[in-house]
């Protein structure tokens, strides 16, 4: 079966562009995780979805930063206007169907670079 | 609040050698504790998950954890260290509130020839 695909896998853009990230979830999977990962702070959850609402987007450091779960096979962040300081990676994870607490998958990941 | 911690930020052992990784969690008497597993330019991995029962798990890639509730631990171990292990390593607790993991700091482990 295939893992968490994230795309693309390299971004790197001017600031003041809008940045898409893309992920599609392991078939099944009814929750979703989007994380961004730096030297700094480490492993950071943005916001996650469960059966395609958004749950918790506590961690979403802006209103630059936006997340939509269409349908139960893709999500896309979105960042506009990125900056520099939103350079990072970032990861797509799922988990499977049912309640509580379930191992996460995680995808490649997305490494954005903003100049 | 909910943490994880992992005191060691580096830690580097020959290839051969035993290892344990360090973990401790703060929060919940029934904790749901996982280890991951992320090489240079990739996701993570999961390599095992306790969430009860015997409290010594067997995971992937020859690696177990043990659950020590007296103590608030989850430390990683393996026997013999291949130059492969070589990785960065997350410790994380589930919260049975929110369904979200928090992951601790991590550990760099590099591997001697």
């Known amino acids: 079966d295939a893992g968490v695909i994230q795309s693309p896998r390299h971004e790197v853009t001017e600031m003041g562009q809008e940045v898409t990230l893309r992920c599609k979830p392991i078939?099944?999977?009814?929750?979703l995780f989007w994380y961004r990962q730096t030297m700094m702070r480490g492993l950071e959850l943005l916001i996650y979805?469960?059966?395609?609402?958004?749950?918790?987007d506590s961690g979403m450091p802006e209103d630059r930063f936006s997340a939509k779960m269409p349908n139960a096979s893709f999500s896309t962040l979105k960042i506009q206007p990125s900056e520099p300081r939103d350079s990072a990676v970032y990861f797509c994870?799922?988990?499977?169907?049912?309640?509580?607490?379930?191992?996460?998958?995680f995808g490649p990941g997305t490494r954005l670079t903003v100049t | 609040a909910q943490s994880v911690t992992q005191p060691d930020i580096h830690i580097t052992v020959s290839e051969g050698a035993s290892l344990e990784l360090r973990c401790n969690y703060s929060?919940?008497?029934?904790?749901?504790l996982f280890w991951y597993v992320q090489s240079p330019g990739q996701g993570l991995q999961l390599l095992l998950k306790?969430?009860?029962?015997?409290?010594l798990v067997q995971g992937i890639k020859g690696f177990e954890a043990e659950f020590k509730r007296s103590q608030s631990s989850f430390n990683l171990r393996k026997p013999s260290v291949h130059w492969s292990d070589a990785a960065e390593y997350f410790c994380?607790?589930?919260?049975?509130?929110?369904?979200?993991?928090?992951f601790g700091q991590g550990t760099t482990l590099q591997v001697k020839p």
């Open positions: 994870a799922s988990s499977p169907r049912g309640s509580g607490i379930y191992e996460q998958y």
């Open positions: 078939s099944g999977h009814n929750s």
């Open positions: 979805f469960n059966n395609n609402v958004p749950i918790d």
């Open positions: 929060y919940g008497a029934t904790p749901y």
């Open positions: 306790y969430f009860s029962g015997d409290t």
């Open positions: 994380a607790e589930g919260s049975s509130n929110t369904g979200k993991l928090i």
